[in-house]
């Protein structure tokens, strides 16, 4: 019965890793190695990712307004920029709520605070501070904003942030760049290491498989408990790699928020979120190349 044959091989294949303990603990080790790193680059990834969008949501164009611009000059002005297509808001801040967060961002300072109070004037001046709706299209925006000729234009804060976001994406790439060569060298690591305890595992049975051809058995129930081992042992590296990357994450997690504050940016729910996706294909990839792995080295060492 093919069905009772699928579950004797299974369990050929549990007593193959018992027996064969530090080997198989050896594979395992191998392939939580493996996962772990994976799940690490992914990690650095959605951090960075994160990291970027932070600083997109922070640029921002600065238009200084003229101290004796009116209200209605300014709300002109404000319209006007808004209606460019590349703007994605524009905010008006006052001469007054301007010295409000002067003050705010001071409030531990005594001495800016008694400067500011012998003034007794509101030495700032009203602003538009512009959003652009997308980043790569910065320079453009820049180039509009050039273009309007208004006399209650004071100044026009336009350091370019590109630079810096360039930085960060070349920064990102090579990081990435070196975990994918990284990945690649545990995969083949992990590929020789299934390869060898599969063949040592075949020589150490190769008695009872002698018999089991003797006594008629087929390829398939021959070779099959050493595939399932292999599948058996993604299953336990990546229940292993789960047991150890959750409770790094809630270590990361409040340096996290502390850096990013007043961000979303929460790693266990993305984890959570993405499970199947992430660590079912984790799953699925490295079954495979365990199958491959082990498939080759039964084919060439189980013709006994």
Do not use: C
Not at 28 to 39: D, E, M, T
């Amino acid at each position: 019965m093919p069905i009772i044959a699928f579950f004797r091989a299974i369990k050929f294949s549990i007593q193959d890793i018992a027996r064969n303990f530090w080997l198989s603990l050896v594979t395992i080790i191998i392939l939580v190695l493996a996962l772990s790193l994976v799940n690490i680059l992914l990690t650095v990834q959605v951090v960075t990712q994160s990291a970027i969008n932070s600083l997109k949501e922070k640029i921002d164009v600065t238009l200084d307004l003229k101290a004796q611009a009116q209200e209605g000059e300014i709300l002109a002005l404000k319209s006007q920029v808004s209606n460019l297509d590349k703007v994605r808001s524009v905010e008006y801040i006052s001469k007054g709520q301007a010295i409000e967060t002067f003050r705010k961002e001071h409030e531990n300072d005594p001495d800016i605070l008694q400067a500011l109070r012998e003034l007794n004037t509101n030495p700032l001046t009203a602003s538009l501070i512009i959003k652009p709706k997308d980043i790569d299209q910065y320079d453009a925006l820049i180039t509009d904003l050039n273009k309007i000729d208004s006399p209650i234009i004071d100044s026009r804060n336009f350091d370019n942030p590109k630079t810096m976001l360039d930085k960060i994406n070349v920064v990102t790439d090579k990081i990435n760049q070196i975990g994918v060569a990284v990945s690649l060298l545990f995969v083949l690591i992990t590929i020789l290491v299934v390869y060898n305890s599969i063949r040592v595992t075949i020589y150490t049975h190769q008695k009872e498989i002698r018999v089991m051809r003797l006594v008629g058995a087929s390829n398939w129930f021959i070779r099959a408990p050493f595939l399932i081992s292999s599948i058996v042992y993604t299953a336990i590296g990546l229940l292993l790699t789960l047991l150890l990357f959750y409770p790094l994450l809630n270590l990361m997690q409040p340096y996290l928020e502390y850096f990013f504050n007043g961000y979303k940016l929460n790693l266990i729910t993305y984890f959570q979120a993405n499970f199947i996706m992430i660590f079912g294909t984790q799953f699925v990839v490295a079954s495979l190349v365990n199958l491959l792995a082990s498939f080759i080295a039964v084919r060439k060492y189980s013709r006994i």
